[in-house]
Every structure is written in C-alpha cells, then in structure tokens.
C-alpha cells in the first residue's frame, strides 16, 4: 500500500483547520486516513503547526511520501534536513 502525509481539511468556511494526516494514495481529501499525526491552522495567531516529529519520522521511514506543502511543514518542523 502506497502511503501519503497530507493535509485534511476541517474547519468552517473562512477558517481553515488542517489535519496532517498518513493515508493511502487513493484516497479522497478528506476520506479514509489512517493516522492523525499533527494539525496545522494556518490562521492562527499563535503556534501554527503541531506536530508528532517521532510518528512522523516512522511513517517517513516506512516510505511515506509528503505532499508539497507537508514537505515544507515538517522541514520548518525540523522533522526534514533542509
């Protein structure tokens, strides 16, 4: 099973809330995932990631790839050598 960490869209209209989420590369946007492993609230006015580096680096070792944009968040992270 080919995974993938992406974000998963949650949130109300105006106010996005993401999920940084591991799933299977077939899946929809918002579907079936298998692990929550951070959040990231790009409005917000203090933290605006929070994520589990240890799941994180897991999923990677176990050949997860990140979208782009997950790809940025975990090397601001530190989870990702720059």
């Known amino acids: 099973m080919a ?3 992406r ?4 949130g109300r209209k105006g106010i996005p809330f993401y999920r940084i989420v591991v799933a ?3 899946s929809p946007r918002d579907g ?7 959040t990231y ?3 917000a006015k203090g933290e605006q990631v929070s994520l589990d580096a240890d799941k994180a680096k897991a999923w990677l070792a176990k050949g997860a790839t990140p979208s782009d944009t997950v790809q940025s968040l975990l090397k601001k992270a ?4 720059a």
């Open 3 to 5: 995974t993938r960490i």
């Open 32 to 38: 079936r995932f298998i692990e929550i492993i951070g």
């Open 7 to 10: 974000l998963r869209r949650e």
């Open 41 to 43: 609230a790009p409005k």
């Open 24 to 26: 299977d590369r077939t």
């Open 78 to 81: 530190g989870v990702l050598s």
